[in-house]
């Protein structure tokens, strides 16, 4: 299993930035799949989350209305949208990998994860 995250940056408030997940190793469109990320100092944190299925979708109260969660499973590809940028967006951004098909908002039901990419927003 290997998941590898890009597209994370620096940025100014208000900004935007997508981020892309790119998976393999496993049956991408059996999964839900998870954004979570850790600020210094605090404890990791999901932002968003996607069945594989019916799109169902999840998003912790501070990124909604500004951050979306997409995937398409034919390029086994995870995605977040994040516009209107602040600086306590400021995190290591990982995806994860869902034990099954509907998501959870525990994190011991991702199993897998990547090694992140940083966004940091300045003010």
């Known amino acids: 299993v290997r998941l590898v995250e890009s597209g994370g940056g620096l940025v100014q408030s208000g900004g935007s930035l997508r981020l892309s997940c790119a998976v393999s190793g496993f049956t991408f469109n059996h999964h839900a799949m998870g954004w979570f990320r850790r600020a210094p100092g605090k404890a990791s944190e999901l932002v968003a989350a996607i069945n594989p299925d019916d799109d169902r979708t999840y998003y912790t109260d501070s990124v909604k209305g500004r951050f979306t969660i997409a995937r398409d499973n034919a390029l086994n590809t995870l995605y977040l949208e994040m516009n209107n940028l602040k600086p306590e967006d400021t995190a290591l951004y990982s995806c994860?990998?869902?034990?099954?098909?509907?998501?959870?908002?525990?994190?011991?039901?991702?199993?897998?994860w990547g090694q992140g990419t940083q966004v940091t927003v300045t003010s």
């Open positions: 994860a990998k869902s034990q099954g098909p509907l998501f959870s908002l525990a994190p011991h039901s991702y199993g897998y």
